[in-house]
């Protein structure tokens, strides 16, 4: 699929809008979601630009699992949660809304979470969770 590097998240990866950050590398960037559909709702992104999850060459695929599983587990460290939903939608059919491969990391119950992309949450509590799971990694 073409890649339209105009959307949101190709931005954030090129500074031109701000984001949470809480991990950065040469490949890989973890963000907190700006809609969180629970406390500490965190989004793990390659930097390779790829629309979907099946435009991700495999090698970059199996880099940013591993940072899915560090950003994980800090999330849970810092966070104290029970259980993590790591979510992935590819493709518009799918509800993907910003054509940029991401991974969802959403500390909550799949019966709980709030509802996806709806709802701006409250900056000062993300940018005070950010803080916390920054300091598990
Ligand atoms: P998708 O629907 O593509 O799986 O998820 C996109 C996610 O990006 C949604 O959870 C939405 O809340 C989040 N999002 C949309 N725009 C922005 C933004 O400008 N900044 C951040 N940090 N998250 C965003």
Request: proline share 5%.
């Amino acid at each position: 699929m073409t890649y339209d590097n105009q959307n949101i998240f190709a931005k954030i990866l090129r500074g031109e809008i701000p984001a949470i950050k809480v991990y950065e590398d040469e490949r890989t960037l973890a963000f907190m979601d700006i809609m969180p559909q629970a406390d500490g709702h965190t989004l793990v992104i390659p930097k390779v630009p790829a629309t979907t999850l099946l435009d991700l060459p495999a090698d970059d695929a199996a880099y940013t699992i591993q940072i899915v599983q560090k950003v994980a587990r800090a999330i849970e460290k810092a966070l104290d949660t029970k259980g993590i939903v790591l979510m992935q939608l590819s493709g518009e059919a799918a509800g993907q809304t910003v054509p940029h491969v991401h991974f969802h990391l959403v500390p909550s119950s799949i019966h709980d979470m709030r509802q996806h992309a709806a709802q701006m949450g409250d900056q000062d509590k993300i940018k005070a969770l950010a803080e916390k799971i920054k300091q598990a990694l």
